[in-house]
């Protein structure tokens, strides 16, 4: 049994083989809309959601599953105090695959330490977000061919944005990226992040608090919020305003083929005007998020 906790335990061949997958079910859907019958998903959300959810959820029903699950805490019997590691182990007994979020990093590895069928992180705390970045490997590959030889800049708060560090972990195993790292002072890539990763794979990269002198270089801008809920109150005083607001007029610079990512959900880092630009992909992202779930649960069950 496989399970996905963090990006980093798919091979990138693995990796690739999903990226197929999903290109193949993206053009020729009715082909598995019986694939997994009989089969139940369970999505146990302590954490809100709308995307990571709901295209989990659709996903199984577009393969010809069934789901179940809560999209909150609250109405579950960890309210009553109940531990992850025995909510994994009875919810096994219901379901052949588990789809967790949780507010606590590494929650879902003691939800796959304990459960008898295959679990997938659906983001946990401020750490990783292994599906999001399949979804974000997808848009890459679709938009540009390649999932190598290119500069990508992230934008925002690269501290606690958990679909940054997961995203750059990876890409940190593929030839020729370099990476610009824009954010405030107090919200860089946590210390642990350059180096396990960054340096550890000798990836060139520069860390700046100006976006505008660094879009004319790049071929890929990962936009995120400030994921306010995650801030002390030292981060709270110094960071209310988000200084990065990414609007038509600072694209004027940036290459005509350049790809706006975003993992959504946005509050004011896109201006509105963007999102008709063909440069946004942010929305496609979406899209492309439902279909690389269809594989992951294809290939977690087993299922040709
Ligand atoms: C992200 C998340 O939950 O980490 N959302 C998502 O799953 N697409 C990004 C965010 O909340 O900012």
Redesign the pocket.
């Known amino acids: 049994m496989k399970n996905l906790i963090d990006i980093l335990d798919l091979s990138l061949d693995e990796i690739f083989d999903l990226i197929q997958t999903a290109i193949k079910i993206k053009d020729n859907p009715v082909n598995y809309l019986e694939k997994c019958k009989h089969k139940k998903m369970a999505t146990l959300f302590f954490?809100?959601?709308?995307?990571?959810r709901l295209s989990f959820e659709a996903a199984m029903y577009e393969l010809g599953g069934n789901v179940i699950g809560f999209s909150e805490a609250q109405s579950s019997s960890s309210s009553k105090g109940e531990s992850v590691a025995d909510t994994a182990r009875v919810v096994s007994c219901y379901s052949d695959i588990i789809v967790m979020?949780h507010p606590k990093e590494g929650a879902p590895v003691v939800a796959s330490m304990n459960a008898s069928v295959p679990v997938i992180n659906?983001?946990d705390g401020g750490h990783n977000?292994p599906?999001?970045t399949l979804?974000d490997l997808l848009t890459i590959y679709l938009e540009k061919r390649r999932l190598d030889s290119f500069t990508i800049g992230f934008c925002g708060?690269l501290k606690f944005?958990?679909?940054v560090h997961s995203l750059i972990s990876t890409l940190c195993r593929h030839k020729n990226v370099k990476m610009i790292f824009v954010s405030p002072e107090h919200l860089r890539l946590p210390g642990y992040a350059v180096l396990n990763y960054i340096d550890k794979n000798h990836i060139e990269y520069v860390e700046t608090n100006d976006l505008d002198s660094i879009i004319p270089k790049l071929d890929i801008l990962y936009m995120?919020?400030l994921?306010r809920e995650r801030f002390s109150n030292i981060q709270c005083s110094s960071s209310m305003d988000n200084p990065y607001i990414l609007t038509l007029d600072r694209l004027k610079n940036a290459k005509k083929d350049l790809c706006v990512m975003h993992?959504?959900?946005r509050v004011n880092e896109i201006e509105r005007l963007v999102d008709s630009d063909s440069r946004a992909c942010y929305f496609k992202q979406?899209l492309n998020?439902k279909y690389i779930r269809m594989a992951l649960i294809l290939k977690l069950l087993e299922i040709e």
Request: glycine letters at 12%; charged letters at 25%; hydrophobic letters at 10%.
């Open positions: 954490e809100p959601s709308t995307r990571t979020r659906a983001g977000h599906t999001q979804t708060d944005g958990r679909t995120t919020r994921q993992p959504l959900p979406v998020g």
